[in-house]
């Protein structure tokens, strides 16, 4: 890197539960992604897979020198709503 401060692009993967966000950021993050996965205890839910985002997933992707690309993955919980942001 040159010093020079890298442009951010941003960029939130939403869907319904169990679509596949946080298994998709977790294949292209080159980093160690954050998660934020609980086990799944509602009927319904435990059915499809055992464990749910209850906050964000979070990764990054350097696209070249002046490009670094962050990705938000969307939590799963309806009641527990990041401020009506997501
Ligand atoms: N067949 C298939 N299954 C996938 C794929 N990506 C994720 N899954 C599975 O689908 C489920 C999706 O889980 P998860 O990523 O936690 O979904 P999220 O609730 O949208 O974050 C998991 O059981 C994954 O193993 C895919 O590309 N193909
Ligand atoms: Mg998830």
Request: net charge positive; glycine share 8%; hydrophobic share 35%.
């Amino acid at each position: 890197m040159s010093g020079k401060k890298q442009k951010q692009i941003k960029i939130v993967i939403a869907g319904p539960y169990a679509a596949g966000k946080t298994q998709f950021i977790n294949t292209i993050s080159e980093i160690e992604t954050v998660q934020t996965e609980a086990k799944t205890t509602r009927k319904g839910e435990k059915e499809v897979k055992n464990h749910t985002t209850v906050a964000m997933d979070f990764g990054r992707i350097t696209i070249d020198e002046e490009h670094v690309l962050y990705l938000f993955g969307t939590q799963d919980r309806k009641d527990l709503s990041l401020c009506g942001i997501f």
